[in-house]
């Protein structure tokens, strides 16, 4: 006979919500370099010159070849086991993944709700009508394409500096995980490193990468210190198994 707990599942439709933060560290396995340590993109590249409205004024040619590499990088990078490992949570829980990444690779791994923190390579944007938004896919943005209106194009990247849109809704469902995991991010960049700030006490946090960011004292904290590749799916696991055991 099933259980109280499953026939709720079933019947009212009720599973628990895993919001999962995710920054470049879950990618750097399908080839995607990540911004710090060794092999950083910010070793090589200034912020200042690439990612800020300053560095788009002063030197827009830069700004889009940097981006153009980037978006070719990702359109070629395949979803690794730790993005398809995430989906399969989908069968039991209902899943939010807030990433910091650029790349498409929680969509393309099958990834029903993802929210872009930092924007999407893919699109491009109208430099005077924010609004006026173009799914390009993997190809260049170059220096005379235009909107609708007339205005160059830009990627459609939230630069330093810039406002982050997504923030309220990942701050709402933050506040709303019964479960949340963050995976590869060193946890330097705000205001998503805040959003940890938004999780109730109570609830599971589990941190996975092979250099454990320091976080301040949160309770329920679960270091899960390794490669997502390997770490993704065995969390995965035991939280598909937990859902089994009480059924
Ligand atoms: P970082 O480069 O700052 O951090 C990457 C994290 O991934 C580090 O903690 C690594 O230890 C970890 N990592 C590396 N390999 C990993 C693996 N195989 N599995 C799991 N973790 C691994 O990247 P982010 O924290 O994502 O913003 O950076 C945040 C933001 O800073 C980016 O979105 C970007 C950047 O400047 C903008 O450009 C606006």
Redesign the pocket.
Known sequence: MPCIICTTTTNLGYMKRIVILT????S??SGIA????SG?L?NNYR?EDV?SPNAWRRNPRLVLAFYNQRRADAAKAQPNAAHKALCELETHYQVHVIT??VDDLHERAGTTDVWHL?GKLREARSSDYPNLIYDIGAKPINLGDVCSKGSQLRPNI???GEEVPAISRAASLSAAADIFVV???????YP?ASLINYVPITTPKYI????I?NLPAFRNIHAMQG???VIVPQLVQQLLDAVQKKS
């Open positions: 920054g470049a560290g879950i750097a396995e990540t911004f710090r340590g950083g910010w912020i990612a910091q990444n930092h939230v630069w330093f995976i590869g991010t060193s946890m330097q960049v998503a996975i990468d092979p250099h960011p490669k997502a590749s």
